[in-house]
């Protein structure tokens, strides 16, 4: 199983990005599929997640600003983050039983 991120990048505060995560190595990917970030020093933690029927659970930091979502045919995973602020600068991953390789989230003042 491969788990490809992208979409990352530098972007000023207030502004948007939306990660992607595809799947590949698997016909089915039923189980909950997730986001999670981590900086330098501190642990990873869980941004979003979302269930094989599309319900997500976020983390309080991101409600109201990110939404998760999937489509299960093309085993693909999006992160839209919107009104993004400086401390959500991050290496962000997505998983599905197994960690994808990350991308890089920067958000500037």
């Known amino acids: 199983v491969q788990l490809q991120a992208s979409g990352g990048g530098l972007v000023q505060a207030g502004g948007s990005l939306r990660l992607s995560c595809i799947i590949s190595?698997?016909?089915?990917?039923?189980?909950?599929m997730g986001w999670y970030r981590q900086v330098p020093g501190k642990w990873r933690e869980m941004v979003a997640v979302v269930t094989s029927d599309g319900s997500p659970l976020y983390a309080d930091f991101v409600k109201g600003r990110f939404t998760i979502s999937r489509d299960n045919i093309n085993k693909t995973a999006w992160l839209q983050m919107n009104n993004l602020k400086p401390e959500d600068t991050a290496v962000y991953y997505c998983s599905w039983y197994e960690w994808g390789q990350g991308t890089q989230v920067t958000v500037s003042s």
């Open positions: 190595g698997r016909s089915d990917v039923s189980g909950g």
